[in-house]
């Protein structure tokens, strides 16, 4: 049985090459031999595994590992419907690797549906209990993949059981479930309350019927400002406060609403969203992405991501100070890399080594002065702006600004004022003289 608890991370696994050929059986789990089951990391003497595609797929293929020449090293036998799966046919190479689990997410072995359709002749009513019981011995533990079929012997008749769907749980735990993909189904304990459609002359008894199918109501539809569309699972959503209408909705039709996010952007949301749901680490965003990122955050009242960019952007208030020019010059003769931009004292101590122009020029000539003018030369986007917020510790005290040396050519007027938009954030100068009080009185 698969286990949720193995953490495993499945990039570590080695990627294989092996070569597809057809099943010799036509039907049941793939095949692969034990030197490749070796080579992919399947644990020697294990009699099963499960295989993907290394460049991800969404069907995991159940295979056995067999020693009787059926199949070469470096190749794997797979059925026509497994082939139809992967989208691989006999005769094509691709990498595969041994399917883990994510580590976290949730791998709860749901009941399937099937559809059955006669291959004998009798006309003796089957038990879909003993049908699936069959179906249980041959397959048990393992994954069943859509579209699978297998033959399964049942009293006297045989019976072809194609797999129509899995995740069959309940809509209220499917909205639970957010990161619940679609080839997590097995055959568990549960089979026997499994639903069936039948074709053909069967007569299936004791079988639950599939409920007529409407729209998936679990899902809220997010348009993007750049005109794609997102179906995103409710309990995904739910954490966005100004989305709770649509969240909450209830119709029988999937609810729609439009966000003034991109693309580019509502996906990385949606990964936050996700890191969120599953009790994860979100991952840490590029600082070019974190204004647009904030940005999204508010506008779709996301308060745990507005959080988490403000802490990237360094917008921690309790650190903000205000600095003398002597300070400043202490901390750079102490092997720092503090800048006075237009009196911000900002620390690019530790990513100097990062800066897209190198680590000498700024200790070389930026410095214990005012670098507006550098800063303006030398950055002909405004990409820079972006990290600025990251680096700010607060402001040169008003007392000490007139002592900062600027260089003989000062910024021009239209760039201090662009850089003066874009740090609407910065410490004002009534900040100061309210801390100097303070501080005069803790002294006090
Ligand atoms: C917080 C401080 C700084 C940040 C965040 C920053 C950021 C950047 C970025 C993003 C670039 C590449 C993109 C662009 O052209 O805008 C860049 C390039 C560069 N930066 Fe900075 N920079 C900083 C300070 C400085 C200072 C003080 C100097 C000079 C004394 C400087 C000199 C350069 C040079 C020479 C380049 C290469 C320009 C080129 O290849 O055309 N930078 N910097």
Redesign the pocket.
Known sequence: MVSSTREVDPQSLPAVQLHVIDHPDGQGPALISRSTAAQLGIADGSSRGFLTLASGSDCVLATAVVQDGRVAHGQVAVTAVQQFNLHLGAGISDDFRVFVPPAGEPFELVDVEGEVSQLGKSEEAVDARALTRELLRLHFGLVLALNEACVLEVGARQLLLRITATNTLDAEAQEEAVAYHCYRASAAESLPQSMATVRGSVVLQNARQRPASGPSLSSVRVLTNDGEWFPVKRALLRPCIALTKAVRSEGESVPEVAVDVDTLIFDRVLIFLEALALGRKPPAFGLHLCSQLLAAAQHLGLRALEEYCQERLGECKDRLRFFSFEEVKRLNAAGGCW?I?DGMV?D?TR?LPE????ST??P???LNLD?SR??E????????????RQ?YHGEIAPEDVDLVPAPEEPASPEFLQQLREFTPWRLQPEVASHLGSRQAAEKA
Do not use: D, M, T
């Not at 800066?355 to 190198?358: E, Y």
């Not at 030369?377 to 600025?388: G, K, M, P, Q, W």
């Open positions: 800048l931009l900002l690019v990513w800066h897209p122009g190198g020029i700024i070389r000539q930026a670098c550098f800063f030369l030398y950055h002909a986007s405004r990409e820079s702006f972006v990290y600025i680096f």
